[in-house]
């Protein structure tokens, strides 16, 4: 297996990190979609504008690092919103059990990162740092708003977490 070099690292990171903050905003829009005008959007608006806040970085930086974003783009695009509005149609609990799964798989794959990036990517390192806080903060939210008892919560979250992680695998590469 040949060794990443840090400019291909740096590449993926970017590359992934824009295609999650984009399928995570597409997540919220779902959710929004059946949600809208109940007690729970405005909860749902407020992580949807911190996902456009990172959104937006990961574009910025997609632009000034030359970075090729992934290809999968229009699958996250369908994929992330019938996720959010499949498990916000089973009510608030599974939309917020949606929103802990993802921020759990998220938070691994930022921590990995953070560890990974170099003293010369502090800039880039300062974004995950923040951006992975205020994925905690979404994940502690959806369990505060009764996630746990979403029926089939582990099946879900599992399920959930596993398609994350094929994401992110994928989206590294393509």
Not at 67 to 88: C, K, M, N, Q, S
Not at 143 to 167: D, F, M, N, Q, W
């Amino acid at each position: 297996m040949t060794r990443k070099t840090p400019r291909r690292m740096i590449e993926e990171t970017i590359r992934v990190d824009h295609a999650g903050e984009y399928g995570a905003k597409r997540i919220y829009a779902g959710q929004l979609a059946v949600l809208r005008g109940t007690r729970w959007e405005p909860l749902i608006q407020h992580m949807q504008d911190q996902e456009q806040v990172h959104l937006d970085t990961f574009s910025r930086l997609i632009a000034e690092r030359r970075v090729r974003p992934t290809a999968l783009l229009p699958i996250w695009h369908v994929a992330g919103f019938a996720l959010g509005a499949a498990t916000a149609l089973l009510g608030h609990r599974a939309a917020m059990a949606c929103t802990v799964a993802v921020e759990e798989a998220i938070d691994e794959h930022y921590q990995a990162q953070e560890a990974a990036l170099g003293e010369d990517e502090a800039p880039l390192r300062a974004h995950i740092v923040q951006f992975r806080a205020e994925e905690l903060e979404h994940r502690d939210t959806g369990l505060e708003h009764e996630a746990e008892l979403t029926p089939g919560y582990r099946l879900l979250s599992s399920a959930i977490k596993a398609g994350c992680k094929v994401a992110i695998k994928v989206s590294e590469k393509i």
